[in-house]
C-alpha cells in the first residue's frame, strides 16, 4: 500500500528551464510534507518541507506547493542546473502519539538535466 | 564533523545466513531510525530507537528482524536466516533528540544488502 506515489519515474529537463516534480497521497493523518534529494550511493538529504497549513514554501530555487483537497504536492525547480540531477523523493509525515515524525516516502523520481 | 556512518555498504550473503548491519549516528546524536528501500519502492520505516530502548518498531517484520542500540557503539540491525526479498537498501538516520520535525532525521549512505 503506497501512501505517498510518485507516477514519474524520470523527468529530463533542458538546463535553465523549470523543473516540476509531483507527487501524491492518500493518508488524511499526514500534516508535514518533504522533498529529499538522493545521490547515487549516498542517503537521502532534505530540500524543502510545507507544512499542511501553508500551500507554498520557497527556498530560492526550489518550491514547493501544496494542494490539499486534491491531496498533491509539488516541487518546482528554477533554473534547473545539470548539478540538480539527483534523484528526489517526495515525503509525508504524521506526528504521532510519541511526538516523532514518521516518514513515509515515494518511489521517487530520477530527474536528469541536459546541459 | 562525520555525517552518519553506515557499514559495511555492500553486503552479500547466501540465503539462510545471518546479515548484521551497522549505524554510527552523527556525534551528539542518540536517536537512530533504520529504513528499508525496496527495488523499485520507496524508503520504508522500520524501527526508531534511542540508546538502549526500542521505542517503535511498528515497521520491523515480526520475524527474523531485530535491531538494538546499546549504551556503547553503534546500532545493529540484525537479520537472521536471509532470503532473497531480504535484498535491499537499508538505510540508518540519526537525530539529536525526538524527531519532532522531520528533518533533523539526518541519512546515512545506507547498506546494500544481496542475498544471492
Known amino acids: 500500500d503506497q501512501q505517498v506515489k510518485q507516477n514519474s519515474p524520470s523527468l529530463s529537463v533542458q538546463e535553465g528551464r523549470i523543473s516540476i516534480l509531483n507527487c501524491d497521497y492518500t493518508?488524511?493523518?499526514?500534516?508535514?510534507f518533504l522533498w529529499y534529494k538522493k545521490y547515487p550511493a549516498e542517503g537521502p538529504t532534505f530540500l524543502i518541507s510545507i507544512s499542511s497549513i501553508k500551500d507554498k514554501n520557497e527556498d530560492g530555487r526550489f518550491t514547493v506547493f501544496l494542494n490539499k483537497s486534491a491531496k498533491h504536492l509539488s516541487l518546482h525547480i528554477v533554473p534547473s542546473q545539470p548539478g540538480d540531477s539527483a534523484v528526489y523523493f517526495c515525503a509525508a509525515s504524521a506526528t504521532n502519539s510519541g511526538g516523532y515524525q514518521k516518514v513515509t516516502f515515494g518511489t521517487g523520481t530520477k530527474l536528469q538535466v541536459i546541459p | 564533523n562525520a555525517g552518519v556512518m553506515q557499514n559495511p555498504r555492500h553486503l552479500v550473503r547466501r540465503r539462510g545466513q545471518e546479515a548484521r548491519l551497522r549505524c554510527s549516528p552523527m556525534k551528539g546524536h542518540s536517536h537512530v531510525y533504520w529504513y528499508r528501500q525496496l527495488p523499485e519502492e520507496g524508503l520504508k520505516f522500520m524501527v526508531y530507537?534511542?540508546?538502549?530502548?526500542?521505542?517503535?518498531e511498528s515497521g520491523m517484520p515480526k520475524e527474523r528482524f531485530s535491531a538494538e542500540f546499546p549504551k556503547e557503539g553503534p546500532s545493529i540491525l540484525r537479520i537472521q536466516q536471509v532470503v532473497r526479498g531480504d535484498s535491499a537498501a537499508y538505510f540508518c538516520?540519526?537525530?539529536?533528540?525526538?524527531?519532532?520535525?522531520?528533518?533533523?532525521?539526518?541519512f546515512g549512505p545506507g547498506t546494500r544488502l544481496l542475498v544471492l
Open positions: 530507537l534511542q540508546k538502549e530502548n526500542i521505542i517503535d
Open positions: 493518508n488524511s493523518m499526514f500534516d508535514y
Open positions: 538516520a540519526s537525530s539529536p533528540s525526538i524527531a519532532t520535525k522531520a528533518e533533523t532525521q539526518y
